[in-house]
């Protein structure tokens, strides 16, 4: 009995040996110095000859201001063009009229990024654009080191199931199960961690902006008749500004002029009503 469990033993050894290198394996990463990714050392290899960009893992984000008539409706327009395209909304933001605008919105738009390009031009044509910002990051060699992880942890557990199917011996049960029960947390770690950078990579980020025309930005003036037509346009808006402010203020001003008026009049009626005391006047010694 006691050579039956002789080979198990020594194949549990070496698995786990196996399985720790393999699921150990995490290259460290850093930027070289011209930007490039090095691995355990070694600056990442150039692109591949005829390797293109769709067959880089690239996540890409962007932010759009558009200049609209009614905010709410182009807001309305752009979640109908997201999910036309197969993407989604993942947060909406609308605020009423104030101050004499016409209110605003924002969108964070998840967009399919293989026609990211055709829906943006959709987009842009729903008002004025006042500015496009976009960026990418690519995690190639990321999603491709996460990947070669998680087949080498997913094929370790294969090996330790089939060891633990042959285990006879308590202490090598107990020691198999905690290998695996170690290893599937990691590997379902690892898994979360590709279902995030498949959906960043899948669907671009991009956040959209609606304004209305009095929150619009103000271009310079690039003349001297502009510039003046500027000022003029900025000394009603100011003399309307003290007016609305006079209007406010008046009715105040007569309240409290009323009443101060009140109060001077009382007082000059308490004064003339008090007569003055006559005294009679002191007399002095005769020698």
């Given at each position: 009995m006691r050579r039956t469990i002789i080979i198990p033993a020594a194949l549990l050894v070496a698995a786990l040996s196996l399985a720790g290198c393999s699921a150990g394996f995490s290259p460290a990463e850093s930027q070289s110095s011209d930007g490039g990714t090095v691995n355990n050392g070694y600056e990442a290899a150039p692109e591949a000859a005829g390797e293109s960009i769709a067959d880089r893992s690239v996540i890409i984000t962007g932010d759009?201001?558009?200049?609209?008539?009614?905010?709410?409706?182009a807001s309305r327009e752009a979640v109908r063009i997201t999910e036309a395209s197969g993407g989604r909304?993942?947060?909406?933001?609308?605020?009423?009229?104030?101050?004499?605008?016409?209110?605003?919105?924002?969108?964070?738009?998840?967009?399919?990024?293989?026609s990211l390009t055709e829906t943006l031009d959709k987009l842009k044509k729903l008002g004025e654009v006042e500015t496009l910002e976009m960026s990418s990051d690519d995690v190639t060699t990321e999603v491709e080191d996460l990947d070669a992880r998680t087949s080498a942890l997913a094929a370790s557990i294969t090996r330790l199931h089939a060891l633990l199917r042959t285990a006879k011996d308590t202490g090598d049960l107990i020691e198999l199960e905690t290998a695996i029960t170690e290893r599937q947390s990691e590997l379902e770690s690892m898994q979360s961690q590709q279902r995030y950078l498949a959906d960043q990579v899948s669907l671009s980020t991009i956040s959209v902006s609606f304004i209305s025309e009095a929150d619009a930005p103000v271009d310079a003036p690039a003349t001297f008749f502009s510039g003046l037509e500027a000022g003029w346009l900025a000394f009603i808006a100011f003399g309307s500004g003290v007016l609305v402010v006079l209007g406010m203020l008046l009715p105040w001003i007569v309240f409290f002029g009323i009443i101060g008026a009140a109060v001077v009049f009382i007082l000059r009626r308490r004064k003339r009503s008090v007569a003055p005391i006559d005294y009679p006047a002191p007399v002095l010694p005769t020698d």
């Open positions: 759009l201001t558009l200049t609209v008539d009614a905010p709410a409706d909304v993942d947060a909406r933001n609308e605020y009423a009229p104030a101050d004499g605008d016409k209110g605003r919105a924002s969108l964070t738009l998840r967009l399919p990024s293989d």
